[in-house]
């Protein structure tokens, strides 16, 4: 069976594995831990845990088990309770981590209560934040506000030095194909490339790379990006030549879809197809998208069937 490393935040990174899961692959998913808004901000400042909004919201989307009980640990709190906001999936792992320590030793009996399929690792156990950097050289602290900064974000580090997981490395290793999911640049994916161990990980790996690009652009950050951008900013960290082969959405989204995401100040990422071919890397190129409660979203099952015709194509 053909193991798959993938990297990623929250939502990007589930909505691509809910197709990956349906596919005969060793998925391993590696989750940075900096997210430090909403429930997780809370719970990491009472608590001192690394942030697991992100690993809770993945663990759900590599889950098997029934819909009632995936609905059951999305539940939120309401605000004006002295719960307010929690989602019990966020309140479990952090009982978990209270009794067991560390991820190592938590999230295996989570793993085992939703009986997920492949192995989900936290990139780090420590408990960092992400710093951003602006354009014009501000320093803008925690993965929240730089989400929500209205300054353009050059770049992005750690508050202190961490410790890479080593299943994260030994996963690298061993892998037949590294992704990068779709999702944010600066706070999915930046987070596990900006780590020198990783870094180097990830360019000795016998592994492919693949990066699945963002559908729209995103305020602040990827605004007037093309797919070739993206592509720009990852091996600006990992070194040219570092990615192989891209997966981008060729079609045109709907009129009310595309009006929908300007509004929020996000449009559709376009296919420099010259670019990217100048780059060498392979492109694949198909309708991606879905319209999902009025928001764009991947196809999750046809974003995956590419990424594993891909793979029995190498073979």
Same mark, same amino acid.
């Given at each position: 069976?053909?193991?798959?490393v993938?990297?990623?935040?929250?939502?990007?990174?589930?909505?691509l594995?809910k $197709?990956l899961?349906?596919?005969?692959l060793d998925? %391993?998913?590696?989750v @940075? +831990?900096?997210?430090?808004?909403?429930s997780?901000?809370r719970?990491?400042k009472e608590?001192s845990?690394?942030a697991?909004?992100?690993?809770?919201k993945?663990l759900?989307a590599?889950s098997t088990t029934?819909?009632?009980v995936?609905?059951?640990?999305n539940?939120?709190f309401? /605000?004006?309770?002295?719960?307010?906001?929690?989602?019990i999936?966020n309140?479990i792992? +952090?009982?978990?981590?209270e009794?067991h320590?560390?991820f190592a030793?938590?999230?295996?009996?989570?793993?085992?209560l939703?009986?997920?399929k492949?192995?989900?690792?936290?990139l780090?156990? /420590?408990n960092?934040d992400? =710093?951003g950097?602006?354009?014009n050289g501000e320093?803008?602290?925690?993965e929240e506000r730089i +989400?929500?900064?209205?300054?353009?974000?050059e770049?992005?580090?750690y508050s202190?030095?961490i410790?890479?997981?080593p299943k994260v490395?030994?996963?690298i290793?061993?892998?037949d194909l590294i =992704?990068?999911?779709?999702g944010?640049?600066? %706070?999915?994916?930046?987070?596990s =490339?900006?780590?020198?161990e990783?870094i180097d990980?990830?360019?000795?790996a016998?592994?492919?790379k693949m990066?699945?690009?963002?559908?729209?652009?995103q305020? $602040?950050e990827?605004?007037n990006?093309?797919?070739s951008?993206?592509?720009k900013?990852i091996e600006?960290?990992l070194g040219k030549g570092?990615i192989?082969?891209?997966?981008?959405? @060729?079609e045109?989204m709907p009129?009310?879809a595309?009006?929908l995401?300007? @509004?929020?100040?996000?449009?559709?990422?376009?296919i420099?197809?010259?670019?990217?071919k100048n780059? $060498?890397i392979?492109l =694949?190129?198909?309708?991606?998208?879905k319209?999902?409660e009025?928001?764009?979203?991947h196809?999750?099952?046809?974003t995956?069937?590419l990424?594993?015709s891909?793979?029995?194509e190498?073979?």
């Amino acid at each position: 069976m053909k193991k798959v490393v993938i990297f990623g935040g929250g939502s990007g990174l589930s909505q691509l594995l809910k $197709g990956l899961k349906e596919f005969p692959l060793d998925i %391993t998913a590696v989750v @940075s +831990t900096v997210d430090n808004g909403s429930s997780t901000g809370r719970l990491r400042k009472e608590f001192s845990i690394p942030a697991v909004g992100d690993i809770t919201k993945v663990l759900l989307a590599m889950s098997t088990t029934s819909k009632g009980v995936k609905d059951l640990l999305n539940y939120r709190f309401d /605000d004006n309770s002295s719960l307010g906001n929690h989602t019990i999936r966020n309140l479990i792992m +952090t009982a978990l981590l209270e009794q067991h320590k560390d991820f190592a030793h938590s999230l295996p009996v989570l793993c085992d209560l939703l009986d997920v399929k492949g192995e989900l690792l936290p990139l780090t156990e /420590d408990n960092a934040d992400l =710093i951003g950097i602006s354009k014009n050289g501000e320093i803008i602290y925690g993965e929240e506000r730089i +989400t929500k900064s209205a300054a353009v974000i050059e770049d992005v580090k750690y508050s202190k030095d961490i410790t890479v997981n080593p299943k994260v490395l030994k996963a690298i290793k061993k892998a037949d194909l590294i =992704i990068f999911s779709s999702g944010s640049l600066l %706070t999915s994916i930046l987070p596990s =490339i900006i780590v020198p161990e990783m870094i180097d990980a990830i360019n000795n790996a016998k592994a492919k790379k693949m990066y699945i690009c963002n559908m729209l652009t995103q305020p $602040g950050e990827t605004d007037n990006y093309k797919v070739s951008d993206h592509l720009k900013v990852i091996e600006k960290h990992l070194g040219k030549g570092s990615i192989d082969v891209v997966i981008a959405n @060729s079609e045109k989204m709907p009129q009310k879809a595309e009006l929908l995401a300007k @509004s929020q100040g996000k449009d559709a990422v376009p296919i420099d197809e010259k670019e990217i071919k100048n780059m $060498g890397i392979k492109l =694949i190129s198909e309708k991606l998208f879905k319209i999902d409660e009025g928001f764009v979203r991947h196809n999750a099952l046809k974003t995956a069937y590419l990424i594993f015709s891909y793979l029995i194509e190498g073979e």
